[in-house]
């Protein structure tokens, strides 16, 4: 492609958790969600007829077997959601003929919260109005089936878990909240604590995967050690992208226009051929919602990629582990691992937390997840990657999202109990996977979804 040019079309309405879909204004037409559509018609133009296939060899050995979409049951406010093309999810970078596409990328909340809010809306006839923003989702979390039909859960790596090549041997190393030696100091913001290795490292930083196994997290998090090898057999790393050129069409015409082409990079969570041949053992998204929805097809994502929504018992929501929130009062603090992307109002912290006049964590940061008054915490540390850039297309208002930079997934806060004595086990309970960014509406699309779990703290780190 000797020129790229411009592509004047706007997202459509899951990029940015709108509310209604957006029309493909002269560009590539919207995928037949029937099952009856044909590349021919996703390019614009008018299928032909299916060819016969009488006389024809038998089919090619190599070719994937056919979709099968999992059955229909009941509405729960638990649902998988099963992209059937690769998920083209845009940061709101401008998106002209001096800048390529952008990468393939997770798909943020507020892009799931889009596509399930407006597939409620169609199921219940309800208005495409601002009320629809009242329904509350939790996750997206990534899950896959397991051969028993239950569902295997992953989590983003860990902002506290590095891997190294040590001696030739790949290895993931621990890191943790650690009192400065003494004659040592840092210019850390409000007196919080560096995150070092536990061991020493002259090897050098390698990829690893990116996604784990949820019983890996969990037992992460108990403080057992874990290998690289069992990380990387039962983890996840996203493929490269699935990068498409595209033509713009004349919507008059239904031609091409001249040198008009553009790209697209989507994220694949299919299985790759040749590793199983069950295409229903694809990764999908896990999430709960306020309110029950039944079995329906979607649009996900920019391109109007079509995805299909299956109800889930309330099982396939993980719960807390037996004995956590005793754990956690006997060790006097707790960790919250961001399991979707964090947006405060503090940049890298939660707006609840202020820095405390009096008290024995004076001058540190103290405060209250939402909904929460009687669980009080102070930040001792946090660990947590590149903020990554966020925006999207507002239908209501027809102009472009603010840009806001959100908390990658993994990140990694650890906090003291303020006040050990008032905390109830409800509250601990009700920490579980609850969303602890600032602003409401942001809650309600899913984002800031925090794991609890115990963390010990030393007695020099308190001091």
């Known amino acids: 492609m000797a020129k790229k040019h411009k592509h004047k079309r706007k997202q459509s309405a899951s990029d940015g958790g709108d509310l209604t879909p957006r ?22 133009r008018v299928a032909p007829p299916p060819l016969s296939t009488a006389g024809l060899p038998s089919p090619v050995r190599n070719v994937r077997p056919a979709m099968r979409l999992p059955k229909q049951a009941e509405p729960s406010p638990f649902v998988t959601l099963l992209p059937l093309a690769p998920i083209i999810s845009r940061s709101g970078r401008p998106f002209d003929d001096q800048a390529g596409p952008d990468s393939a990328r997770f798909p943020p909340p507020s892009t799931v919260a889009g596509c399930l809010r407006t597939a409620w809306a169609r199921q219940t006839g309800s208005p495409f109005n601002e009320a ?6 939790s996750g997206p979390l990534l899950a896959r089936p397991a051969p028993d039909g239950t569902l295997c859960l992953f989590a983003p790596r860990p902002a506290d878990a590095l891997y190294f090549k040590i001696d030739d041997i790949n ?63 039962q983890g996840w790393s996203p493929p490269d992208g699935d990068r498409r050129t595209h033509v713009a069409i004349e919507p008059t015409t239904y031609a091409a226009k001249t040198g008009q082409l553009f790209q697209t990079e989507g994220l694949d969570l299919s299985v790759p051929q040749g590793i199983k041949d069950d295409p229903g053992s694809d ?3 896990l999430i709960g919602l306020d309110r029950p929805l039944g ?21 396939a ?44 964590y004076a001058f540190r940061l103290v405060g209250a997840p939402p909904g929460l008054a009687g669980l009080k915490l102070a930040l001792r540390a946090a ?45 601990l309970a009700a920490l579980w996977l609850l969303s602890v960014c600032d602003h409401e509406q942001d809650r309600r699309d899913g984002f800031g979804l925090a794991l609890p779990a115990p963390w010990r703290l030393s007695d020099s780190s308190t001091q």
């Open 383 to 427: 660990a947590l990657g590149r903020w990554q850039p966020h925006s999207g297309w507002d239908l209501a208002k027809q102009q472009p999202r603010a840009g806001r930079k959100l908390v990658p997934a993994g990140a990694v806060y650890w906090f003291a109990l303020a006040e050990p004595e008032q905390v109830a086990d409800a509250d």
């Open 132 to 137: 629809l923003l009242d329904i509350g989702l």
């Open 171 to 233: 290895r993931c190393l621990r890191a943790v909240p650690t009192p400065f030696a003494e004659g040592c100091g840092a210019d850390l913001p409000d007196d919080l604590l560096p995150v070092c290795l536990t061991e020493d490292s002259a090897g050098k930083e390698i990829k690893g995967p990116a996604w784990w196994a949820w019983e890996d997290l969990i037992a992460f998090r108990e403080g057992q050690s874990l290998s690289f090898a069992q990380l990387e057999e």
């Open 295 to 315: 079995s329906a097809l979607a649009h996900l994502g920019g391109e109007r990629r079509p995805a299909h929504i299956e109800p889930r018992p309330a099982s």
């Open 283 to 285: 990764f999908r998204l």
């Open 317 to 360: 929501w993980p719960d807390m582990p037996s004995g956590w929130g005793a754990a956690i009062r006997a060790a006097g603090g707790l960790s919250l691992t961001l399991l979707t992307p964090g947006l405060f109002s503090r940049g890298y912290r939660p707006g609840w937390l202020a820095t405390a006049a009096e008290g024995a």
């Open 23 to 44: 029309p493909t204004s002269g560009m590539a037409a919207a995928p037949d969600l029937t099952g009856t559509g044909s590349a021919a018609a996703e390019r614009g």
